[in-house]
């Protein structure tokens, strides 16, 4: 029986590898290699905590549970994500833009630099305000 049949009749019917055990490697690999460099214990312990939760994890027959763990994970990655885009995509702009907050409900809005003192009108709640673009 070759070694790859094998590994696949042990890992029948548990959980396996997702994203948020990805996550978890990488995250094992990074305290582990600044415990090495910084010499600091606390990043090696908690490289291996993290792991071997890992590993647990992996080996988990509680399937629906481990989906739910890896949705919320998704979800929380895919805000983070859009917010960083979000600035990177601001930063870009900045250069021809203006960016302000409605001071009514929050709404971010884009203007165009160098227009002078115009009034600006949100879109969202369609409050007027003067800013200097």
């Not at 009749?9 to 305290?31: F, W």
């Not at 910084?38 to 994890?57: D, K, N, P, S, T």
């Not at 250069?95 to 879109?123: D, H, L, N, S």
């Amino acid at each position: 029986m070759k070694f790859r049949d094998r590994v696949a009749r042990a890992m029948y019917g548990r959980y396996g590898n997702d994203q948020l055990n990805k996550g978890m490697l990488v995250i094992s690999i990074l305290c582990l290699l600044l415990s090495s460099f910084a010499r600091i214990r606390i990043f090696y312990g908690l490289g291996l905590v993290v792991l071997l939760l890992a590993y647990v994890r992996m080996f988990s027959k509680n399937i629906p549970k481990r989906y739910q763990e890896n949705q919320k994970y998704l979800s929380i990655q895919n805000s983070v994500v859009g917010w960083l885009k979000l600035k990177q995509l601001h930063a870009k702009q900045r250069k021809m833009y203006r960016f302000y907050a409605c001071p009514t409900c929050g709404q971010k809005v884009r203007v165009p630099k160098g227009k002078g003192k115009i009034e600006i009108t949100c879109p969202q709640c369609r409050q007027a305000f003067v800013k200097r673009s």
